[in-house]
């Protein structure tokens, strides 16, 4: 049966394969996977339900990431902790909640790069919560933080 295969993916390895995208829920639907690489890509962006993965009662997944060429924008923003303050907890010793997004394993080796500093990615962990801004297509208020940089 296919859909009995397709369930019993446990690692899925996509290094180096040039993909620009991950859509919502892409790994919706796995239950079993354990693994995935999405090192040496042409990310840029990372919505965070993008790595929601299925409920498992097993361990979590493991996402690899580095070497893509993120923008420090909004959508890759939930990777920071919370708090600027403290040193990044290590997410490999966080729990995970069944169905919620999983760890990144090479968490302090993501870079990316600024809007207005697009040829010097910087480390993930370095750049201020006021830099992951996204840029809108339509109308702003003078007063959003959304468009400061603009």
Known sequence: DQQMLVESIEEISLEGNKIAEIGSGTFLGLPNLRN????????????????KITNSLSSSAIFHLSSNPFLCDCSIQWLLPVSPDP????????????????????????????????????????????????????????????????
């Open 87 to 150: 040193p990044p907890v290590p997410l490999s010793s966080l729990p995970v909640p069944a169905g919620h997004y999983r760890v990144i394993s090479d968490i302090e080796h993501l870079t990316c790069t600024l809007h207005n500093y697009p040829d010097y990615p910087l480390p993930l962990s370095l750049v201020p919560q006021s830099q992951f801004l996204c840029q809108y297509s339509q109308h702003c208020f003078s007063l959003c933080r959304c468009c400061t940089f603009l």
């Open 36 to 51: 995935v690489n999405l090192k040496n890509n042409s990310l840029k962006t990372l919505p965070q339900n993008s790595l």
